[in-house]
């Protein structure tokens, strides 16, 4: 099997392609990623090399270069990540939003469409992974987004996820393509560009500089593992029901004033500083505007029906992700300081 992986240099595609690439040697995996801001081949440095790997550099925007990679590399199947996601850019710039997440999307439809509906569609999957903010926000109660949750996103991030995800939808209805979708609650772990708040809050900590915390820090939001998305992505993958959605949460909410003190006595208990001494560095900044209160995943559907579970707890994780951005402050230094996008620029010229 041939499965194009888009998005694949970035966070959680990393994860997605180094999982595959392992598991599955008799699977080739090909990553498409425009190597945005976001998307780092560092990310992948250890399996570059692997038989069953190649990495494309591409733009899901472009239709022209979407029709004629399918045309040449005939992908048996899809699993989509690339996207911008992140809701803060989504504020200043929600075109960029709509041009990869909506018409990216929709170019990758056409194109597996395509070329699959004339022989068939029978052994092709197409799977769009999208997010649990296209349901809303949640008030502080018992409730939890399933996928029966009526959409309601309030970014022109979410707005754009929300929107990709009915067309994926549209063309397993209309036209009959065999699609998955699954929508994942917040991932933490090694690789998150440190523009998210957990990279970001180790990468300030680490440097001493202050760690915004927006608003009072009441917004709640349910953590997961990134590698536990990524097995997830697996037993959906494999094992989903097309045509199906499945919500994908670590059964973890915290507050982010909470989260964010918790990182600090991790951090100072790794650095041996004293106790309380991070937590000084917490700075209260303005709100990010439309600022979804709570998001809460009701992951029972994939645990039920495919078995699926997260495989550590949030202080296992934390620990892990503190532990591995202490070891990569290398990683760390060249994403801050743009080394990596001028390194990439030079790389990929003309490609
Ligand atoms: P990311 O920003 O870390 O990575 C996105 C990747 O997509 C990057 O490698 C980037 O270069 C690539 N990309 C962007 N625009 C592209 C384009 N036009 N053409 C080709 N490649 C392009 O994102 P992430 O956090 O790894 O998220 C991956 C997917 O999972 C996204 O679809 C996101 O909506 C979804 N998701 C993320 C989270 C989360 O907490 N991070 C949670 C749920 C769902
Ligand atoms: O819920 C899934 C989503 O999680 C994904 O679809 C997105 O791609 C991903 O970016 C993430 O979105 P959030 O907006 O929840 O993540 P972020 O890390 O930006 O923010 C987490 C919470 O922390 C949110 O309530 C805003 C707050 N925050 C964020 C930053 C960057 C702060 O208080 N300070 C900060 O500096």
Redesign the pocket.
Known sequence: MKILITGGAGFIGSHVVRLFVMKYPNYQIINLDALTYAGNLENLRDVEGAPNYRFVKGDIADQAFIDELFAREEPDAVIHLA?E????RSITDPMAFVKTNVIGTVNLLNAARNLWQPGGYAGHTFYHV????VYGSLDFGPEMFTEDTAYDPR?P??AS?ASSDHFVRAWHHTYGLPIKLSN????YGPNHFP????P??IHRLRTGQP?????K?E????WLFVKDHATAIDAVFHNGKLGDTYNIGGVNEWQ??K??ELLCDVVDEKTGQGPGTSRRLIKF?T??AG??MR?AIDSSKIMNELGWKPSVTFEQGLAQTVDWYLANEEWLNSVTSGAYQDYNTKQYAGR
Do not use: M, Q
Not at 195 to 198: C, N
Not at 211 to 215: A, L
Not at 219 to 222: A, E, L
């Open positions: 996207a996601s992140h809701v803060d999208s997010t649990d903010e970014s991030y979410s996820k994942c609650s917040n991932n523009e998210k708040l957990i970001l809050a760690v915004p915390v927006y608003g820090g917004n709640v939001r349910d982010n004033l989260l964010i900044v709100d990010r600022h979804d998001y």
